[in-house]
């Protein structure tokens, strides 16, 4: 089976830079285990995030509850708030997550639409709960 984690970090980086900005920032500053990434000083914050995922994967099962907590953090943080033109108008309403101005910009909003889209083919495909119980050897 293949990682999750290395799936993970493929459509991390295939994603635009500011998304990855944006992705790291929320994950590093609310799901333990990131405390050492410093979303508001580093100065390569993808690549921290990225170094930290790396540090965090020791074994199989630990690389499993990682998944987990990556694939809940970015589902409710991000792409819940922006995978869809209602989600933004929500945003923009709320005037939540310092979206609100860009919300404005359509070129901005499809580029989320995109990466959103993506990232649900990430998860129905390689952090489907099948895939991670598969990764473990489960049947």
């Known amino acids: 089976m293949p990682s999750p984690i290395n799936d993970f970090i493929g459509w991390f980086t295939s994603i635009p830079v ?3 900005h944006d992705i790291a920032a929320l994950v590093a500053t609310t799901c333990p285990g990131f405390e050492c ?3 508001w000083q580093a100065v390569d914050l993808p690549g921290d995030f990225m170094q930290r995922i790396l ?17 809940g953090s970015v589902e409710l943080l991000v792409v819940s708030r922006r995978s869809s033109l209602q989600a933004w108008l929500s945003v923009e ?13 359509a070129a901005h909003i499809q580029a989320w639409l995109a990466t959103c889209a993506t990232w649900h083919a990430l998860y129905q495909k390689a952090l489907s709960d099948d895939a991670l119980n598969g990764f473990l050897g489960g049947t």
């Open 18 to 20: 500011e998304h990855q």
């Open 55 to 71: 540090e965090l994967r020791t074994h199989r099962y630990r690389e499993v509850g990682l998944a987990l907590a990556l694939r």
């Open 93 to 105: 309403a709320s005037g939540s997550n310092g979206a609100a101005a860009a919300a404005h910009d």
């Open 37 to 39: 990434v410093d979303a």
